[in-house]
């Protein structure tokens, strides 16, 4: 590329130096190159969407179009249709991220200021590296870890909260005011996803917090702010939209988590917010893996039906994340 | 609501290394004191050492006094959070916090010290630390807006306006006029002689003609050899350090003869 040009600098001109004339015609070769990958790349992920997007829609059609799966297809009950099964399952899922997002933000915020501010430096690169570890763990051990550890375990919590605070919806029990056992229930799932998606949530929002300007840090430790005080003076609000950004990355990938809650969670259909009791909701992902395997082809088109569903709330959520994030950017700190 | 003053055999260092050696001086109240010299000679970590944000650096420590009204502020038993309630400093670059508005900026220090205001008693608040640091016209319709949309001058007041608001008993300031322009600069020149009347003040600054035009003593940092400490050549009246320094060294400095 280089060499044409050189060649049409006109020999007798001492100045600029060739060698000068020769890395510039390089740089805006590189320039070039560089645009045409990016603007490349950019395309690349466009197109694998709508392809993505396409192929749900294609193959979902033959059982949107359907006008009498229930006949067909066994885990749709006797005269209803496609939507009675989707609407508790997008519930489901929905509700499962949502408390697992719940119960991991106010750890992962917690674990990611001790990490940015409090610990001695050592320490704190330690733990950083326990919390990084924890999302090398994968997802089937995880969800090994969840029946055969972890429920035992907190089957006497659930049934205390059913018990102090079975008057919440949230914590009712079942028919005889008990937390079920073993304790396939929402909560227990949503605690394993919990811990699935801390780290990232953890990581991002550390990484978050420790670019908090030393300028504006400092601003308020000299109006006499105490470690805690600096937090919620300088640190938090900086880091507002990164947690943001970080719960929304640990939301997409609690709804989309499939093995740990097909190995945790006893499904059901039902619009239901009791967290402690078994067989009340079931999430997308999961039931997808559930029944693919055995399912015909009109089947098989209404999972794709729900996974379409699937694909449509992950594309919600991450429009909203950059509503919230967008909507208090004069006060952002980005100017 | 000022105070005087008075450092003793004031050694401080990062970590290991000893950036200013022997600093000994009195700061009268009421008065507004300049630190001049060459960068690097420790103006900017002596000032840091008035309010115990010196600190906050990990490794950095000092020895010697800083009293005040005759109390020592490193003295066991001092919790360096009160003594920068007292302390109020403004910082090279403006910092106002870009997550709040203008009023919440005056009053960030106010909701640390008590947590609850009335309503009237922050509107009373805001107006007043605001036209002290003669930025009320400006901002007095837009107290709701974000403090970083203001220009630089604005936002170097609005630093001062919060710092004063929890009404200190001295005020730091650390080359605030550095990062702005000629007319903003003697905005703040004008409202520094203004607030003398209050207050403590201390200003570090590189502009020689502005030590001359705001302060009543100025003090003279020098250093060897970059390595080497910081230390304070001579401290006098203002007119006195710019006519008849006792030394060479401020001599040479001042008529611009500085290596
Ligand atoms: N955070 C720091 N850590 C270590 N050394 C520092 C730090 N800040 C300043 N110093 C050193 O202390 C000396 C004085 O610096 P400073 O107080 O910033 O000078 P000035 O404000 O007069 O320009 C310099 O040698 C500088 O390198
Ligand atoms: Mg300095």
């Known amino acids: ?335 | 609501m000022a105070q005087r003053i008075d450092v003793k055999d004031l050694n401080i260092y990062y970590g290991d290394f000893l950036a200013v050696a022997g600093v000994e001086m009195s700061v009268e109240p009421r008065s507004v004191t300049a630190f001049i010299g060459p960068s690097g000679c420790g103006k900017s970590t002596f000032l840091r050492t008035l309010n115990r944000m010196h600190e906050v650096i990990p490794g950095a420590h000092v020895e010697g006094t800083v009293a005040m009204d005759g109390v020592d502020l490193y003295g066991a038993g001092i919790d360096p959070v009160a003594v920068r309630r007292q302390v109020g400093m403004v910082f090279q670059r403006p910092n106002p916090f870009p997550t709040m508005s203008i009023a919440e900026n005056v009053l960030a220090g106010i909701k640390l010290n008590n947590k609850r205001i009335s309503k009237s008693d922050a509107d009373e608040t805001v107006e007043r630390a605001l036209t002290s640091a003669n930025l009320w016209n400006e901002v007095k319709d837009r107290l709701n807006r974000p403090g970083s949309g203001l220009s630089g001058g604005q936002q170097q007041r609005l630093c001062i306006a919060r710092a004063i608001a929890v009404k200190p008993q001295v005020l730091l300031m650390d080359e605030p006029c550095s990062a702005l322009d000629p007319i903003s600069t003697l905005a703040i020149e004008d409202l520094v002689s203004e607030l003398k009347a209050d207050y403590t003040i201390v200003i570090v600054t590189h502009n020689m003609q502005q030590a001359a035009r705001v302060s009543d003593r100025t003090a003279f940092f020098n250093l060897k050899a970059t390595g080497q400490p910081g230390r304070l050549v001579e401290i006098d009246d203002t007119p006195t350090i710019f006519s008849s320094p006792r030394e060479q060294a401020t001599e040479d400095y001042i008529s611009g003869r500085f290596g």
């Open chain 1, 1 to 335: 590329m280089a060499s044409p040009a050189t060649a049409m600098t006109p020999p007798v001109t001492p100045d600029p130096p060739p060698r000068r004339r020769r890395s510039r015609t390089t740089d805006r070769g590189l320039d070039r190159a560089f645009r045409y990958l990016a603007v490349g790349s950019g395309m690349l992920i466009l197109a694998t969407l709508a392809s993505v997007a396409i192929f749900l829609v294609l193959e979902a059609l033959p059982a949107l179009t359907h006008d009498d799966l229930a006949s067909e297809i066994a885990w749709i009950p006797e005269g209803g249709n496609l939507g009675d099964v989707v609407g508790p399952l997008i519930f489901g899922t929905i509700l499962a991220a949502i408390v697992s997002l719940g119960l991991a933000v106010p750890v992962a915020v917690g674990i990611a200021l001790f990490i940015s501010h409090y610990a001695p430096r050592r320490m704190a690169s330690a733990l950083g590296y326990v919390v990084d570890l924890l999302a090398a763990i994968p997802s089937v051990v995880f969800g090994l870890w969840g029946v055969l550890v972890l429920a035992p375990k907190v089957q006497p919590v659930w049934q205390f909260l059913v018990d102090y605070f079975g008057w919440i919806p949230l914590f009712a029990g079942d028919e005889h005011g008990n937390a079920s056992n073993p304790p396939r229930v929402l909560m227990t799932t949503a605690l394993v996803l919990a811990v699935m998606i801390l780290p990232i949530i953890t990581a991002v929002s550390r990484e978050v917090f420790l670019q908090t300007p030393r300028l504006h840090e400092e601003a308020a430790l000299a109006l006499g702010a105490t470690r805690w005080e600096l937090i919620r003076m300088a640190v938090l609000p900086f880091g507002r939209s990164g947690v943001t950004s970080a719960a929304m990355l640990g939301l997409g990938r609690a709804l989309g988590e499939t093995m740990a809650v097909l190995m945790i969670l006893s499904p059901g259909f039902l619009y239901s917010f009791k967290l402690l009791v078994a067989s009340q909701q079931q999430t997308i992902a999961a039931n997808i893996a559930a029944k693919f395997n055995d399912a015909d082809d009109i089947g098989r088109s209404a999972l794709i039906a729900t996974g379409l569903a699937l694909f449509v709330i992950t594309l919600l959520v991450n429009l909203g994340a950059r509503a919230i994030v967008a909507r208090r950017k004069d006060f952002s700190g980005a100017n």
